[in-house]
């Protein structure tokens, strides 16, 4: 079938970030994707080569001269342009139109994934929207795992991608990725790691600078020594979170990965003025958490409440135990059906 799917830029990396793995993944099943973007420049790096089977538009300014494909996902309520959706109420049959919502673990997720919105007015009048929920249970829409991912995680040589990044890995040292917002809880991070070999590898903008800041030109504090990254592609970034001990993410899509990376990781959630970041935090923990046992659960939650916000010491719980769960947790996510199968099967029954 043939896609359309609309992305709208709104701040940091998560929206292309989404949508761009979305429509390759679409595109890896043989679909044609249409990305309609209204700022493509994180794609240089992000995807420097592109997908076969993905073709990026610049977001339609006014009417478009082009008939809407067989489905138009609309991402994050991102409400495509209304010359597009006239065009979209005239076609027959009328595209199945989707809007895919931000990932959570809360439980109205369940209850709202699936569900149609018929438009009253404006220029979708007649049409029906339906609301896809990506989510971390058989009742969601799952999360975006593209074919193939955890067989390929399984082949990969850290070492090697390391080498190749001229990472000098010293023996027996431990490896932290970092990718966060403005967090002020970075110099209480950087003091727990600093007491065991740790190499900390600091993403490109808010956290290398932080970083920098904290460690002054040494990059280093203890047992402790930081590298600052580059830009690097999606696939880059997974080979970043495969090679490491722990890795700290943030929003929603580099969150999703780590959990398919099957190693111990920290999430930062995307902080909300109204607090709301903190529902999401806890839902997610409650889902996570669930079934863990001992010392090292309490905390993992103590640590998670700390790095999005809580006052304390922060403490890094046993790695083993840890990685054990993390591994575990991503076999429990793999058996659901992933969001691109799901997104076909929809397709293919509402078509
Ligand atoms: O950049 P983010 O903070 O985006 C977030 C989310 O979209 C969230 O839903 C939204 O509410 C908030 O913005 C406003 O984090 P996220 O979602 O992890 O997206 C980052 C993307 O960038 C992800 O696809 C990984 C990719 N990435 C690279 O490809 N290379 C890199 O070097 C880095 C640091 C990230």
Redesign the pocket.
């Known amino acids: 079938m043939k896609w359309d799917l609309f992305c709208r830029v709104?701040?940091?990396?998560?929206?292309?970030?989404?949508c761009?793995?979305l429509a390759a993944d679409l595109a890896a099943r043989g679909e044609q994707v249409r990305l309609w973007i209204d700022d493509a420049s994180?794609l240089a790096?992000?995807?420097p080569h592109g997908a076969r089977g993905v073709e990026v538009r610049a977001w339609p300014q006014g009417d478009v001269d082009v008939e809407p494909f067989d489905v138009v996902i609309e991402t994050?309520g991102c409400d495509p342009p209304a010359p597009f959706v006239a065009r979209m109420a005239a076609r027959r049959p009328a595209p199945l139109w989707i809007n895919l919502e931000?990932?959570s673990a809360e439980p109205y997720v369940e209850r709202s994934h699936g569900l149609p919105s018929p438009q009253s007015g404006g220029p979708g009048a007649g049409l029906l929207k339906w609301f896809f929920y990506p989510g971390f249970t058989a009742y969601t829409g799952g999360l975006i795992r593209e074919q193939g991912l955890l067989q390929r995680r399984q082949a990969f040589d850290a070492a090697e991608w390391l080498r190749s990044r001229s990472i000098a890995r010293r023996p027996g040292e431990r490896v932290v990725s970092l990718?966060c917002?403005e967090n002020p809880a970075l110099p209480a991070l950087l003091a727990a790691l600093a007491d065991t070999q740790t190499l900390l590898l600091a993403?490109?903008?808010h956290?290398s600078r932080q970083v920098a800041t904290a460690l002054g030109a040494s990059m280093a504090r203890g047992a402790l020594r930081a590298v600052t990254?580059?830009?690097?592609?999606?696939?880059?970034?997974d080979h970043?979170l495969w090679s490491a001990d722990l890795n700290l993410?943030?929003?929603?899509?580099?969150?999703?990965?780590a959990q398919w990376a099957g190693v111990p990781f920290l999430w930062h959630a995307?902080p909300?003025h109204d607090g709301a970041h903190q529902a999401k935090l806890d839902a997610f923990l409650t889902r996570h958490l669930d079934g863990a046992s001992g010392a090292w659960a309490l905390r993992c939650r103590d640590l998670w409440l700390r790095w999005n916000g809580a006052a304390g010491q922060l403490q890094l719980p046993p790695l083993e135990p840890w990685r054990a769960h993390c591994q575990a947790w991503c076999d429990k996510l793999a058996a659901h059906q992933d969001l691109g199968t799901q997104l076909l099967s929809f397709a293919r029954e509402k078509s």
């Open positions: 709104v701040d940091n990396f998560g929206d292309v970030g989404v761009w793995r994180a790096w992000m995807a994050f931000y990932l990718f917002y993403t490109v903008g956290a990254l580059p830009h690097l592609s999606q696939l880059d970034f970043l993410v943030r929003g929603e899509d580099s969150f999703v990965r995307y909300q």
